[in-house]
């Protein structure tokens, strides 16, 4: 991402930061929140609450997972009792019930089910350049979603071969992992 | 099966960026038109389902807001979410009520306040519809970018184009210029849709259903109080529902909704529609036209057309009136708008006055055999409800 090109997310911020400036000084002359829609001149009140919402999620029955990402290793789980692999992993098994459910190590290899480019992007994602994601499928016989290393849609097809590389998703500097079309 | 069911009245709002009105005043006008069109009054809705997916709007409690505004208190009432076929679900679940004789008459009341919330926390909310931690967390999927999975599997293994997917949306602009409640009223051309450009590749602008205001409302009573009410009720011949996998990576297929699928193989077998060629019985049908792509999903799962022969029929023109089935003459999601929560009673809504023969001229499909189906998925492919309409009786 270059320096001097603005995200979509600065492209928000700069048309929020109007918005609300614009807010303010409508509350500076009538002492209210209210400002007419742009297009039609009906009367909004502009919410003085704000909320963020950041989620704090239990992993714990699965933490092996992330914790073999930082060993650079894909981990699914597998039911002891009918065989069945799951990814994403998890530790009950809807069919057997009462089964274990043990950890093994995926292959790093896929299939490329299909793909997408998002370009427009959801506000948690704008500071991200356009991005491919993909879904591909594991010899193991389960399907994993992930960004594709790859610029273009229109090098990518339909059955190709994909790895899966381990990788640290910046800014945010955690491990997730992505997938790379091999020439 | 209990008793029958018939819609005795039904309410659909202007669609659009409805500024002019807050979420209880929005639901009322839809609310209004319900009452007014059964010939009701408020003390005669036993129970009232709300469906409405929320988020981007401000009331968390959007039942019991547009209960008390509406007069509809202090009767029970209940929110339901099934993503996008929230309305659909609040229509089952009236219908249900009133099957099982627990009450007379019931109330659905679709409602959704998009604009509520800025155009950026808007799309984050919809991407988050699918499973958050393994799909939107790290990837940072969109709604566009869900279907778009489809499109690129579905255009690769049939050879559709991505002027084909413009053809959907230059019919649904084509109806919805005809609907004076769609949220966009102007004709469009495949050159204008091929030229906008990408939200999701290689979905286009006008591929996508926009962020819509709207409010909806359908009111349902058992076989005596509908025929007190009504020469012309419109029965609930059968309800299909089914529940596709939260992650896409799981699904087995990404040319086929399999949720739709299974949801319309139980609406026809409860409706009694012969499965080999629905078309021959349905004379109108509205579909979950989300995204272009979504409408020719539609199509194979509806069985209006086999595997691979979607696009075929939108080649043909084959889904505008006067072909094989005239699908989406309100303009559909596209068109019309999706206000989410509000859509499924739209689809119902529109059907009901599709039947009665009470829609604008130029979008008035023949009405022979009096059935109409309205397919409404949710999120994509999380939920889909089907539901069949029809002017004839369907037991006893
Ligand atoms: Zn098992």
Redesign the pocket.
Known sequence: MSEDKKTQKDMMEEQMKQFYSFVESMKKSMGLPMVPDMKTGQALWVDQREVTLKFIISIDKIKEFFNALADGKLLGTK?K????VFFPPQKD?P??ID?E?EWIELSKEGTLLTFTQINVKPYSFAHYDDYIVGIARLPEGVNVTAWIREKDPSKLKIGMKLKLEIVKREPENYYTYEWVPIE | MGENVAIVGVGHTKFGVRNDVNMPELAWEAIKQALLDAGLEQKDIEYVVVSNAGGWSSEPLPAVVIAEYSGLAPKGTVRVEAACASGSAAVKLAHDIVASGHVDIAMAVGIEKMNESPTPTVVEFIGRAGNYFWEFHNFGLTFPGYYALYATAYMSKYGATEEDLCKVAVKSHYYGARNPKAQFQKEITVEKCMASRYIAWPLKLFDCSPITDGATAVIVANEKVAKQLTDTPVWIAGIGHATGTSNLSKRTTFTSLEAGTLAAELAYKKAGIDMDDPTKVIDVAEVHDCFTIAEILAYEDLRFAKRGEGVKLVREEQTYIGGKIPVNLSGGLKAKGHPIGATGEGMIAELTNQLKNRVEKDRQAPIKNGYALAHNIGGTGHYAYITILSLSKPRG
Do not use: A, H, P, Y
């Open positions: 039911c009792e009918c065989g069945e098994c069919k057997c089964s459910v």
